[in-house]
């Protein structure tokens, strides 16, 4: 009789051709299907995992197998996995946005669906990664599956390394993302592979294998210093010291290199945070160029995570059960930002992930989801612990406790890289895997046949199960994989002919997939709003167009996702850009209306978020309003004095109330406080502000800038001549109409009248 998870199983093929396809699949990103870089991943991942869930039940049920696990009571690593697990689905359900808690974005790739299959991906490995002698010795099954994973992770390094040298051209940062699409997720993912290489190596009896998995740890270590990932440094350093301080051998060698390392450790970071210059040789080194920026102590404790991280504890303190539900940090950032923080505003003002794996943790499933979390790293470490102080009377007893040594160092490491980051499909998956064989390590010594003869009857039950299981996977492979990993690389098609400035195709393209309906309903918006944004740069001339149709989608997103802030600024944001250019009144006021109830759905979801004030500002001039607007300039400067924008918009309002002086002063501010005040739309404000109180020789000379940086919008040359008029530069006035002229010939009756009028 053969075993669902053992050698003798016919399908067992199956079962070791979806692990390879998973270990592979970090090294895909083939568009428009594999982006964003974790997009498409997930879906194939949760589509392979599902259909072996099938075949497992399928084998279960019908062919007469045995099944190998241990018992499951003793598996306490077990139990903190189904705690992890039901927490996160408990958060989930009762999310802030439940919907988008399950489901997530392809911006990221999350979410509880797939949060959930890495879970079973962990059990999964366990029940089918293991050696059917383990008296032998290493297991085949296991070796074999990080011997390939090994190797992806070496062609995952080798396009960074390209990347880095310039040689492959896709990559437009400073530093190397491969096919990770994140710099520091790259270095999260190779600090796994490190360790797995660095113990297997060790270990490894055979000269090519060991060859091989050294040359890989070089590899490897050589691309995380080039993602100056300082996350990965230090978990690097910890893993690695770890590593060599606790190593199951007494190894005088280890406390020395431990010493050793530090103390070149110490040397470097000084040497490079108090040196006033460097030698040449350095400062024409690459890697050096790459390395030392992130060396800087000044630089590290500038980093602007620091204050997300205080507002993520202050959100995490008003849900502290069971958080805001996966993929909802944002929701309880908005909510406590403080933009008064220190070096918040040196980097985006709006998060989407805490950049700390216990804060990540305690909003996407509270306390609850901390306590889980921490407790099976810890009983990881301490079974794999008391795997390691079973007495080494062979051989293979040792290599068991290396290899149980290197799993920690890899997971002490990850931990402490996390710390400073968030997870990805990359290193989830790597995780899980680990969680799996580490269990098959402490647990696998006490196999034990746990069912016999399952399939001796064929009953109409097992039948009508299958087939119910069978349509699930189906609509599940069709519904929330196959269509949704369609609609997204139609986007990206669509983005594309955007980018080229066929607009009227990309759009045309985009319109047909708003009445599909999936979990990316409201990610179809905000990617059709932000084409119609990239058009606007290329025809200005359709801006109330695409301004109008914007207001149309975000009024649709803002019912799907009501707590995204975002949504309701920008809507804001828009409806007063269409109020200034109504001339209906009635219109006019019902834009300001609707404009102002977005903004304030905004402030009660970001009461501190300067951007919103700044917004209502704004809708203050559009109103004529100028006090109410003046007064929102001041509570925004208030908030923190370092936003250029508030300035802006408390010198603009100074303008209209005729309050000269102290507008001067404060647009200085604003420019100096790194505001655009020479932009085209800033110019234009400031032009309608001088145009309003009649300041014509102001008004000419913001004209005049607009003009040298817009000279074909005959709009501009048109006011300048109506001004020129009004300082009596009549030459100047008919030069500028003249100019109206050859650029919009159709207003000539216009441009005639108005050269009548001169003297």
């Not at 740069?537 to 803002?558: C, D, H, M, Q, R």
């Not at 834009?591 to 102002?596: E, F, G």
């Not at 003046?630 to 109330?657: A, F, H, R």
């Not at 006011?719 to 109206?740: D, H, N, P």
Request: charged letters at 15%.
């Amino acid at each position: 009789m053969s075993e669902i998870n053992g050698n003798n199983n016919k399908l067992r093929w199956l079962y070791a051709a979806g692990f390879i396809i998973i270990l592979a699949l970090p090294i895909l990103i083939i568009e428009p299907y594999f982006f964003p870089a974790d997009w498409g991943k997930t879906i194939v991942f949760r589509s392979i995992v599902a259909v072996l869930l099938f075949l497992f039940a399928f084998q279960f049920l019908f062919r007469k197998n045995n099944l190998k696990m241990p018992s499951i009571k003793k598996n306490i690593t077990l139990w903190m996995l189904s705690a992890v697990f039901f927490i996160y689905l408990l958060a989930s359900i009762f999310s802030a946005d439940p919907n988008f808690s399950f489901w997530g974005s392809p911006y990221r790739g999350g979410g509880f669906v797939n949060f959930a299959f890495y879970c079973i991906l962990a059990v999964m490995a366990f029940i089918f990664l293991r050696d059917d002698s383990p008296s032998k010795g290493s297991c085949t099954k296991t070796e074999k599956t990080w011997l390939f994973s090994v190797f992806v992770g070496l062609i995952v390094s080798l396009v960074g390394i390209l990347q880095y040298y310039g040689i492959i051209i896709y990559n437009t940062r400073a530093r190397p993302v491969s096919t990770l699409g994140n710099t520091d997720i790259l270095a999260a993912y190779l600090l796994f592979l490190f360790f797995i290489a660095l113990y297997a190596g060790i270990k490894e009896k055979v000269l090519w294998k060991k060859i091989f998995y050294f040359s890989s740890l070089a590899v490897f270590f050589y691309t995380i210093l080039i993602t100056g990932s300082r996350a990965a440094y230090l978990g690097l350093l910890m893993g690695g010291i770890y590593f060599l301080l606790f190593y199951p051998k007494k190894m005088i060698a280890g406390k020395i290199g431990v010493i050793v390392i530090l103390a070149v450790t110490c040397g470097i970071v000084f040497y490079a945070n108090t040196a006033a210059q460097y030698p040449k040789f350095l400062e024409n080194n690459k890697l050096f160029k790459s390395i030392e920026p992130r060396l800087s102590i000044k630089r590290l404790t500038e980093d602007p995570r620091f204050a997300a991280w205080q507002i993520g504890l202050n959100a995490l303190k008003s849900k502290p059960l069971l958080g805001y539900g996966p993929e909802n940090f944002s929701v309880g950032f908005d909510k406590y930002y403080n933009p008064s923080l220190p070096y918040l505003n040196k980097d985006v003002q709006w998060y989407d992930r805490a950049h700390n794996i216990i804060l990540q943790t305690g909003s996407d499933a509270g306390f609850l989801g901390i306590i889980a979390y921490l407790a099976l790293f810890f009983v990881l470490l301490w079974q794999l612990q008391k795997l390691k102080s079973i007495e080494k009377e062979s051989e293979k007893k040792e290599g068991l406790a290396i290899t149980a040594h290197g799993i920690q160092a890899a997971l002490i490491s990850y931990l402490v890289a996390n710390f400073f980051g968030f997870d990805s499909f990359a290193t989830y998956t790597i995780f899980f895997l680990l969680i799996g064989y580490s269990m098959h390590l402490i647990y696998g010594a006490d196999l034990q046949v746990k069912t016999q003869n399952i399939a001796q009857k064929n009953t109409f039950w097992k039948s009508a199960c299958i087939c119910v299981l069978f349509l699930i996977l189906l609509m599940f492979l069709w519904q929330y994989n196959f269509v949704p990993l369609r609609i997204n690389a139609e986007i990206n098609n669509a983005g594309d002919l955007a980018d080229q400035k066929q607009c009227d195709k990309a759009l045309g393209a985009i319109e047909r997939l708003l009445p599909e309906h999936s979990f990316l309903d409201s990610y179809i918006r905000l990617e059709y709003i932000g084409f119609e944004e990239t058009c606007m740069g290329f025809y200005p001339k359709n801006n109330l167009v695409y301004v109008k149709k914007s207001i149309e989608l975000l009024s649709e997103a803002v019912k799907m996702q009501p707590l995204y802030t975002r949504y309701w600024l920008r809507m804001g944001n828009l409806s007063a850009i269409l109020a200034e250019q109504e001339k209906d009144a009635a219109a006019k006021n019902n834009l300001i209306k609707q404009a102002s109830d977005c903004f304030y759905k905004a402030f009660q979801l970001a009461p501190k978020h300067q951007e919103i004030f700044t917004g209502m500002a704004k809708l203050g001039i559009d109103a004529s309003d100028y006090k109410t607007a003046k007064t929102y300039s001041e509570e925004c400067i208030k908030l923190n004095p370092s936003l250029g924008g508030c300035y802006w918009y408390l010198g603009l309002t100074e303008i209209y109330l005729k309050d000269i002086n102290n507008a001067n002063k404060n647009i200085q501010t604003a420019g100096d406080k790194k505001y655009n005040i020479n932009s085209e739309l800033s110019l234009a404000e400031l032009a309608n502000a001088y145009s309003h109180i009649s300041d014509y020789q102001n008004s000419a000379s913001v004209y005049e800038k607009l003009i040298a940086i817009n000279p074909n919008m005959s709009q501009f040359h048109s006011s300048l001549a109506f001004i020129y008029k009004e300082l009596g530069q009549y030459g100047k006035a008919r030069q500028e109409a003249m100019t109206v002229l050859k650029l919009s010939p159709e207003l000539k009756e216009s441009v005639d009248a108005f050269l009548n009028s001169l003297p």
